[in-house]
């Protein structure tokens, strides 16, 4: 089992540039969720799908902010245009339905926007 | 709104020593209260509790939980330099119990 699998691991960007994310959650996992961790908020969910649908997007900060998740095992989150305030580790984590015990992180992706 | 509250923010101490950790939570409808330990990369699961006063133990880690008071603790004994991590705590959201409520976490440096 490869675990959730996020790329990139580092990304480092200017400012108005589009960034985008990707996951792969776990084979068989149906619900995905986006998390954003800074040292000021800790961890914060961003968005998450159930079964490949957006079920709560209502942690996503700005319109700025997009996710998708064309397929069971693939899934993006996009910022444009990026600012600097966006700088952080992002998570993604899948579970398979049992509520909170199941969850499992990807790694993360530590971006800066300079 | 719900709410979790770890404490203390950061704390230091010596190989060998014992650890307290602290998280407070307030969420309608509880059900479980998960503790993680996140060293450099991904938060990894370390216990869910769901019941008062019934201790959760892994070695030399063991966490308890008190459903009257609101809150659990993570004790960790004979510290090591391993232990070096950020811990966090976690409970459910009342109407999801995917999502999570995370706390700050509890920055624990073991210095040799």
């Known amino acids: 089992d490869a675990g959730v699998i996020q790329s990139p691991r580092h990304e480092v960007t200017e400012m108005g540039q589009e960034v985008t994310l990707r996951c792969k959650p776990i084979?068989?996992?149906?619900?995905l969720f986006w998390y954003r961790q800074t040292m000021m908020r800790g961890l914060e969910l961003l968005i998450y799908?159930?079964?490949?649908?957006?079920?709560?997007d209502s942690g996503m900060p700005e319109d700025r902010f997009s996710a998708k998740m064309p397929n069971a095992s693939f899934s993006t989150l996009k910022i444009q245009p990026s600012e600097p305030r966006d700088s952080a580790v992002y998570f993604c984590?899948?579970?398979?339905?049992?509520?909170?015990?199941?969850?499992?992180f990807g790694s993360g992706t530590r971006l800066t926007i300079v | 709104e719900d709410k979790v509250v770890q404490s203390p923010l950061s704390l230091v101490v010596h190989e060998g020593d014992t650890v307290t950790l602290n998280c407070s939570y307030e969420?309608?409808?509880?059900?479980?209260l998960l503790w993680y330990k996140q060293e450099k990369k991904a938060p990894t699961f370390l216990f869910m509790l769901t019941s008062s006063g019934i201790e959760k133990k892994s070695g030399r880690l063991s966490s308890i939980l008190d459903k009257k008071e609101l809150f659990s603790i993570l004790n960790i004994t004979a510290t090591q330099t391993g232990d070096s991590a950020i811990y966090l705590c976690?409970?459910?959201?009342?109407?999801?119990?995917?999502?999570?409520?995370w706390g700050l976490g509890t920055s624990l440096a073991v210095n040799p």
């Open positions: 969420v309608t409808n509880f059900r479980s």
């Open positions: 799908f159930n079964n490949n649908v957006p079920i709560d």
């Open positions: 976690a409970v459910p959201n009342a109407g999801n119990n995917r999502k999570l409520i």
């Open positions: 984590a899948s579970s398979l339905g049992q509520g909170a015990l199941g969850y499992t």
């Open positions: 084979s068989g996992h149906n619900s």
